[in-house]
């Protein structure tokens, strides 16, 4: 069946560092692929999106490239802040329907 | 606009016993989805309502189970809980009628059986 695969944590960094957390998924088609983060006693919020192969997703300095030849939607940021502390999950969902598969999350925490 | 709302927020329960789970999605979503999110496995869907129909369903027992009304508020109830049964239960609307829309979720329900 489908699943998603992310980079195991916790990462830890210190601020203005650049972030990568990798994502690789297993799926038939064309899901459509997504990024959420959770902070700490939060349901989960959606951070970017991609819906189609080479598409860029990017929101608040966080970017993802929805790579079908390498079945991967790694997150990038250039310069992480504290504030960014977070759980990062990577998900995928295959069709118009609600069911989303995520990742195991990685934990992020930035140092001042 | 309201954001998904899920009461109670936090819930102790004993085992055997059971509990029942409300959410509220945002005006105008139809399909609701919930979710258990634990340490251990990670968030794992568990089923789907669309229209007041169950449109999917994830890999859990018959013990859990759910419903969704007219005006789009669903529930989810589990039955003759287990310490297992220990987690965050989240909720998520989605606007169907929009293509390729996302999910927005609730802040969730955390559920400690005892």
């Known amino acids: 069946g489908d699943s998603v695969t992310q980079m195991e944590g916790p990462v830890t960094l210190s601020e203005e560092a650049f972030l990568t957390i990798n994502c690789t998924y297993t799926?038939?088609?064309?899901?459509?692929l997504f990024w959420y983060v959770q902070y700490p006693g939060e349901g989960l919020q959606l951070l970017l999106k991609a819906t189609k192969a080479d598409d860029k997703g990017s929101n608040k300095g966080f970017e993802a490239t929805y790579r079908k030849e390498t079945t991967s939607f790694h997150l990038e940021k250039g310069s992480v802040q504290v504030s960014d502390s977070a759980v990062y999950f990577c998900?995928?969902?295959?069709?118009?329907?609600?069911?989303?598969?995520f990742g195991q999350g990685t934990e992020l925490s930035v140092k001042p | 606009k309201a954001g998904v709302t899920q009461t109670p927020r936090y819930l102790i329960k004993t085992r055997g016993q059971q509990v029942t789970l409300s959410c509220s999605p945002i005006?105008?979503?139809?399909?609701v989805s919930w979710y258990q999110q634990t340490p251990g496995q990670g968030l794992q869907f568990l089923f789907e309502y669309f229209s007041e129909t169950q449109r999917n369903k994830g890999n859990f027992p018959g013990r859990f189970s759910g419903r969704q009304f007219s005006n789009s508020r669903s529930e989810m109830n589990v039955s003759t809980l287990e310490l297992g049964d220990s987690a965050l239960y989240l909720c998520?609307?989605?606007?169907?009628?929009?293509?390729?829309?996302?999910?927005?979720f609730g802040q969730g329900t955390r559920l400690t059986v005892v």
């Open positions: 005006s105008g979503h139809r399909s």
């Open positions: 998900a995928l969902r295959q069709n118009q329907g609600g069911k989303l598969i």
């Open positions: 998520a609307s989605s606007d169907q009628t929009v293509l390729n829309t996302e999910a927005f």
């Open positions: 799926a038939t088609g064309y899901p459509s």
